[in-house]
């Protein structure tokens, strides 16, 4: 079954900076990429998707890179504020409509 | 839209009894819903598929007569911890998506935090 792998456990960035997170997968059959935000008790809120059909996609501040070749996936924020602080999932998966095997997590903390 | 309503919120139950967790999609129907196990600080872990008028797929090592997943209805499934024990405390959320929401990404219901004394 699919594996996902997610580094770093823990970022802390200057408020202003950019932050980034990275995961690779095991089967190259995952097509579909999402990330999940999640702060403390709360549900995970989904901030951006890719599928393999594209490189990159990208949402203001946020972007996301994919390279299916090395089964890596990138997570990018740009000018980093307070409100980013929280901790990160990447996923992958056959597609939105199949399980998604979620990465260990990332926590993000923004410094002010 | 999308929503997806999970009840209750918190749970405290003595061991040895059996707590019962639902999932509700409010706005549409949810022809699959998936539930996830959450420990403090680490990721989710998904437990089982659940499809309805079927049996739940359970992952691995996941106990399906332990964890027994009921989805009756196209908007209603349930998660059912039997004979509970204090290492089932957790934090379980469960996600869905409906037959007209194929291309659309999975939405998670507020999870349950479940307290095993």
């Known amino acids: 079954g699919e594996n996902v792998e997610q580094h770093p456990s823990t970022l802390s960035v200057q408020e202003g900076d950019s932050a980034v997170i990275k995961c690779t997968y095991s089967d190259s059959a995952s097509n579909y990429f999402p990330w999940y935000k999640q702060e403390l008790g709360k549900r995970p809120q989904l901030i951006i998707d890719i599928r393999s059909n594209v490189g990159e996609k990208k949402d203001q501040r946020i972007a996301v890179t994919l390279n299916k070749t090395a089964k890596h996936f990138s997570l990018h924020i740009t000018e980093t504020q307070p409100e980013d602080s929280a901790v990160y999932f990447c996923?992958?998966?056959?597609?939105?409509?199949?399980?998604?095997?979620f990465g260990s997590g990332t926590r993000l903390s923004i410094r002010p | 839209g999308a929503v997806v309503s999970q009840h209750p919120s918190r749970v405290i139950c003595k061991s040895g009894t059996s707590v019962k967790i639902e999932c509700r999609s409010l706005d549409f129907q949810a022809t699959t819903m998936f539930w996830y196990r959450q420990f403090p600080k680490q990721s989710l872990m998904l437990m089982a598929t659940?499809?309805?008028?079927?049996?739940?797929?359970?992952e691995q090592g996941v106990e399906k007569d332990k964890f027994l997943i009921n989805h009756a209805s196209l908007t209603l499934s349930t998660l059912t911890v039997t004979s509970a024990h204090p290492e089932d405390s957790s934090f379980y959320i469960c996600?869905?998506?409906?037959?007209?929401?194929?291309?659309?990404?999975?939405?998670f219901g507020n999870g349950t935090r479940l307290t095993v004394t």
């Open positions: 996600s869905a998506r409906g037959s007209s929401l194929a291309a659309s990404p999975l939405h």
């Open positions: 996923a992958a998966g056959y597609s939105s409509a199949s399980k998604i095997i």
């Open positions: 659940s499809n309805e008028g079927s049996k739940a797929t359970y």
